[in-house]
């Protein structure tokens, strides 16, 4: 099982930057992909970026592109998700989360994933 806590959210003002943080304890943080999605109030859940296991296979939608990064620090057990150039639509909570099993690349819907966290608000001022 993987357990996974958020943090790094926070008020950020349009066209500012922030780092999300995704901590993993409870398996080998090593070998599972992270995904990281976000929730605008009154909207559905929306897939942001993912990275492989491996960290040599990276997706993002299409609205963060060239102002997100994905990264990972295994020895750190952390994945990070930077965002550049912050919009006033980028505000939503952010989950990062994991497939149910290991050396899966997971996909771009929340239903490739099992194991969530609670969350990091993000509130892009403007």
């Known amino acids: 099982q993987v357990q996974l806590v958020e943090s790094g959210g926070g008020l950020v003002q349009a066209g500012g930057s922030l780092r999300l943080s995704c901590a993993a304890s409870g398996a080998r943080f090593s070998v599972y992909s992270i995904g990281w999605f976000r929730q605008a109030p009154g909207a559905e859940r929306e897939f942001v970026a993912r990275i492989s296991w491996k960290g040599d296979s990276i997706y993002y939608t299409d609205s963060v592109k060239g102002r997100f990064t994905i990264s990972r620090a295994d020895a750190q057990n952390m994945v990070y998700l930077e965002m550049n150039s912050v919009k006033r639509e980028d505000t939503a909570v952010y989950y990062c989360?994991?497939?149910?099993?290991?050396?899966?690349?997971?996909?771009?819907?929340?239903?490739?994933?099992?194991?969530w966290g609670q969350g990091t608000q993000v509130t892009v001022s403007s």
């Open positions: 989360a994991a497939p149910m099993h290991p050396f899966i690349y997971g996909g771009v819907s929340s239903g490739s994933y099992t194991y």
